[in-house]
């Protein structure tokens, strides 16, 4: 029997796609990139960006310096300002979701529908255009307080603003909601999971006070990392996942790829010449009877960094117990 195609037997289907290309150059030929027809195919709104400029696309500090190694040359790029702050209260309505040369998430314009001011705020995942998100940062509306009968019921008000894209004070947040911008104190702007597909897990609220004047104290959250950091009551938090969660899984498919995105190679320093780092220069593959060190000679490898320091007061100790047995044994 012949084998056709038709009986070949079918592929699972993954739990995403990422689009893959025919090979019809090298270059082409691994590469894989999420699938995002979602995004804005114009340009950004200008007034909200500046452009890219200086020894700041070379990893130089303002002396000239390299500060950030395999940092160069990269395609023009425009940074966007993000309010990372969102005090504004009121709705705002998502006009578009937009492509961040700057970073892995990606950006949704939103426009006020009071003043019709416009900014941008990190994308949470599964926003689109046309959605409406607000921030309670600066205090419950009065017509929510309304629709709860004039009193604030805690699970009435998470029903009503923990929504995807929302921006509230930790406290508000209900435990095991998935938060993205996550700030760590109050008044200044998100600092943690800001990249695509990042968020922490609001786990516990601390509390002082007596049974009946309970006040909150500070809010834990646990990292992606599993790492637990607690943060201000009034820190501010997006509800939801940062989006492009596939950032990850993309593949460049050759080194161009890398050069138009600032990234400059990596040399291995047996490569390089003795002027150049420790291990370099000689005749052939040899690093001169040197133990692996970096460029500027700090050890590498036999867990400098890792293992635990030595305590001399420790083994002081441990020594003048040894010389009293000694002692006790010759009398």
């Known amino acids: 029997m012949a084998f056709t195609p038709a009986s070949a037997p079918m592929r699972k289907e993954s739990g995403f796609q990422m689009k893959t290309y025919k090979p019809r150059t090298p270059g082409v030929r691994h590469l894989k990139r999420p699938i995002n027809d979602h995004l804005w195919k114009g340009k950004p709104h200008m007034p909200l960006t500046f452009a890219k400029v200086g020894h700041g696309k070379g990893g130089r500090n303002n002396s000239g310096r390299v500060v950030m190694r395999h940092h160069g040359g990269g395609h023009r790029r425009r940074i966007r300002t993000v309010d990372y702050v969102r005090k504004e209260s009121g709705k705002h309505i998502v006009e578009r979701i937009e492509y961040d040369p700057n970073r892995s998430a990606h950006l949704a314009l939103v426009e ?24 309670y940062l600066s205090g419950i509306p009065r017509d929510l307080l309304d629709s709860m009968g004039g009193v604030m019921d805690p699970g009435m008000l998470a029903a009503k603003t923990a929504f995807r894209g929302n921006c509230l004070p930790m406290h508000m947040v209900p435990l095991g909601t998935q938060v993205y911008n996550v700030g760590s104190t109050p008044g200044k702007g998100a600092v943690f999971c800001r990249s695509a597909g990042t968020y922490a897990t609001v786990i516990a609220r601390e509390e002082v006070g007596s049974e009946k004047n309970k006040k909150i104290k500070d809010v834990t959250v646990r990292l992606q990392s599993g790492e637990v950091r607690k943060v201000a009551k009034d820190a501010c938090a997006t509800i939801g996942v940062a989006s492009n969660p596939h950032h990850q899984f993309r593949q460049l498919g050759k080194a161009g790829r890398s050069r138009w995105l600032n990234i400059r190679p990596t040399v291995r320093g047996l490569a390089m010449n003795a002027a150049d780092h420790p291990h370099g220069g000689g005749r052939g593959k040899s690093k001169g009877n040197v133990h692996p060190v970096s460029i500027w000679g700090t050890p590498a490898k036999s867990g400098y960094k890792t293992r635990k320091k030595r305590n001399p007061n420790k083994y ?16």
Not at 113 to 130: L, Q
Request: without cysteine; charged residues 40%.
């Open 112 to 135: 006020s529908v009071k003043t019709k001011e416009k900014s941008y705020i990190i994308a949470s995942e599964g926003m689109r255009a046309g959605d409406t998100v607000e921030s």
């Open 316 to 331: 002081v100790v441990q020594e003048r117990v040894r010389n009293q047995g000694k002692r006790k044994r010759d009398n």
